[in-house]
């Protein structure tokens, strides 16, 4: 994965959407050995940090809450190399709303071990239910190309990252969903990406992976344009 800076508007736009060059990194996954962190192999790790917690719900409240064994876990093997932070469950782009039980985690992570950056998937994983309450969707879901998407992700984006104080990055997501609708003006995929991490001052996490898939999977040309 590459992080992408999106291109700046003034001086001070690019200082917050810019995310700082760490070298090499590696995701922090706990069946890994803990040789796979030395300094000689990594400059950097990528946690995930719900691998960490625990949810509970407390009547209609969902918490989200670190255990700390498992974070004490993390920090030994990661050891004194930089660290960046890279969410699956925000849901930013839900239209109802996200996932705000997670939005209070990240805030207690990074008093105890600051991170560097922080990302997550340009999906969503709710939709509202009979009821309006959240109905998950089971698996991420890409969003469609129009203006209000557009505005809805971009002002979440804006407000992430004053929250966290720290540059924050959006990722191309893998999905099996062919020919989504789209506005002219936004366009596809590519267009989305770009329209909203200009309008949110963010950057993008460009997962290769990611990309190669949808265009197999999709029929277009990775290299295009």
């Given amino acids: 994965m590459l992080s992408v800076p999106s291109a700046p508007r003034s001086a001070s736009s690019e200082h917050a959407a810019c995310a700082k060059v760490l070298g090499i990194g590696f995701s922090y996954i706990t069946t890994l050995p803990a040789d796979l962190y030395r300094p000689a192999l990594l400059d950097f790790v990528e946690i995930t940090p719900e691998m960490l917690c625990r ?17 004490e876990r993390a920090r030994a093997m990661c050891g004194a190399r930089p660290i960046v932070v890279h969410g699956v469950e925000l849901s930013i782009g839900s239209a109802l709303h996200w996932n705000t039980g997670y939005l209070d985690m990240p ?16 999906t ?13 969707t089971s698996v991420p879901l ?3 190309g129009t203006t209000e998407v557009v505005h809805l992700v971009g002002a979440r984006t804006a407000a992430i990252r004053r929250r966290y ?21 936004i366009g596809g995929e590519v267009g989305l990406m770009a329209a909203i991490t200009q309008h949110g001052n963010c950057g993008q996490l460009l997962d290769l992976h990611n990309l190669y898939c949808n265009a197999v999977n999709h029929g277009f040309d990775a290299f295009a344009g």
């Avoid at 949810?55 to 974070?71: C, H, M, N, Q, Y």
């Avoid at 104080?165 to 003006?185: C, I, K, Q, S, Y």
């Fill in 55 to 71: 949810a509970r719900r407390d009547g209609e409240v969902l918490s989200i809450d670190l255990v700390p064994d498992k974070l």
């Fill in 107 to 122: 805030d207690r992570f990074q008093a105890i071990w600051p991170f560097h950056w922080h990302s997550e998937h340009l």
């Fill in 124 to 136: 969503y994983q709710t939709i509202p239910g009979d009821d309006q309450r959240p109905l998950s």
């Fill in 142 to 144: 890409p969003l469609p």
């Fill in 165 to 185: 104080g720290v540059p924050f990055l959006l990722e191309n997501p893998a999905h099996f969903l062919a020919r989504l609708p789209h506005e002219p003006e």
